[in-house]
């Protein structure tokens, strides 16, 4: 087995030399507020503590974000618990799926194949077909 060294100010080239330098530092606490536009879907981010929400509009943009989505799920649930931060999908208000520190993954994700997500099969259902006001 051959190891790498790095040196101390060289940046990380894989998640994994990532996560080694993430090991053993605190865990972090996120404040955000702030809207952003993703694939044309105009889209809220919040965060307090642990826990950073992404609220979409619709169920489409949803699966889009899913389906572009920059990052592979079990590399996004590696890093976030790794800082301690649990990431949440939205749609207009009501969670729908987590990952990373606090999601605990169930049947339903398992057998749909989406690795370490966290679904919420009643906010799935509850963003179908809440009104909005």
């Known amino acids: 087995m051959t190891t790498t060294t790095r ?8 998640l994994a030399e990532l996560l080694d330098d993430l090991e053993g530092r605190p865990s972090l606490s996120v404040e955000a507020d702030l809207d ?3 694939d044309g879907h105009r889209a809220s981010v919040v965060g307090y503590d642990d826990l950073v929400a992404l609220d979409l509009p619709s169920v489409p943009a949803a699966v889009s974000l899913y389906r572009n989505r920059p990052v592979d ?5 590696a890093l ?3 800082i301690g931060l649990t990431a949440e999908l939205r749609v207009r208000g009501v969670p729908v799926a987590r990952i990373g520190d606090e999601a605990v993954p169930g ?5 749909l194949g989406l690795g370490p997500v966290e679904l919420v099969p009643e906010g799935a259902v509850l963003a ?3 009104r909005r006001g």
Do not use: F, N
């Not at 040196?7 to 894989?14: M, S, V």
């Not at 799920?73 to 649930?77: E, I, K, L, Q, R």
């Not at 049947?107 to 057998?111: E, G, I, M, Q, T």
């Open 7 to 14: 040196r101390h100010d060289e940046a990380p080239e894989t």
């Open 128 to 130: 179908l077909t809440r």
């Open 107 to 111: 049947a339903l994700a398992r057998r």
């Open 80 to 82: 976030l618990s790794s």
């Open 36 to 38: 952003v536009d993703l």
């Open 73 to 77: 799920p079990m590399d996004a649930a």
